[in-house]
């Protein structure tokens, strides 16, 4: 393993420390004051520096977010309310807002994008012919059940730091969906894998969308900061593009006022059938590369958020178009699983230091493909 600049064994290691945590390792907490209170956590650190918060207790996304002291998540300022304060028919389906916060909001898993009214007679109970969604679902707001938090040490003397947890949204005469979330990071490592399996645990056949808003915030995302992506087109951009005009690929400096701009972008997966986009910083020494199978999530959101006292970027995987529930069921593209049916999501963010990390991904994402200015 690499540990702080030095090449050592799991061995070499233990000789040197008493209790390997204080290099690397997982800690179980609760947070416990204001609207966080009672929310369950579980911190990830390793020895290269990176330092990820899992919210057990809301639906097992990523909270803060650190390399080496640096923050790379986005916070908002609403913190990371507790599941219970959560409003989820309040302002017209839009207050999934009050709990947006975090590295990862995950978005689902019957519904995702605008809300409104669906049909709901494939469930078959009378007095619930529609079922009314909010903006992205009702995912966010589920506490997990935290299956697994430990260490695993190979044959070789490697060490995975491995945090699994399941979510299950249902609801007496309609879904019953579950999420099982795994997380992995190295020891030493600089990257973080997600893999997620949902699956339908009930009998009727059930819609499910699924959609990741990883948030990036400062010192990442700043005046100059590059998005890289191999994009084949842009399907769509929200009407706030052609008015302010602010560009897709390099971020200005946080404006006061700054309307959201969001762009659907088609994107070219590379020989491996995987997606590829990224973050470099205005000098080229600094980046995050997000990846995922291109099978799972085919479709692609840039969401920027310039605004002052906000400033972010979010990075979207989706399973669907930004048509979103209507679209897809018009168009027949919704996914729809049956008892026992299940879909999987492999997803890694990786941190680039350095310029020769940068210039790797951008070649990397330039083979699978070139994107307009």
Partial sequence: MRIFDRNLTRAELAERTGDLSAVAGIRQVVLDNGLERGVRAIDLRTAAGLEVEVLVDRAFDLGSARYRGAP???????????????????????????ALDGLLVSGGLDHTLFGGDVDATGYAYPPKRTVSHGLHGRLTAIPARLLEAREIVGDDGSSVLRVVGEVVQATSFGEHLRLTRTIEL?????????????????????????????????????????????????????DSVAVQGVSYRKLPQPQKGFVEQVFEHELLADEEGRHRVALLSADSGFGVEVSWDAAGMPHFFEWQNLRSGQYAIGLEPSTHHVTGDAGARDDGSMIWLEHGQSREYRTTIRILEGSDAVDAARRTIRAAGDQPE
């Fill in 186 to 238: 190295d020891f030493d490592g600089h990257e973080i894998r997600l893999h997620d399996l949902v699956d339908n645990l009930g009998f009727e056949r059930t819609p499910h969308m699924f959609l990741y808003h990883l948030n990036f915030g400062w010192p990442l995302v700043d005046e100059g900061t590059e998005f890289v992506a191999a994009i084949d087109s842009t399907l769509w951009a929200s």
């Fill in 72 to 98: 790379l998540g986005w916070r908002s300022g609403n913190g990371f309310r507790h599941p219970g304060l959560h409003e989820h028919n309040d302002e017209g389906g839009l207050s999934w807002l009050r």
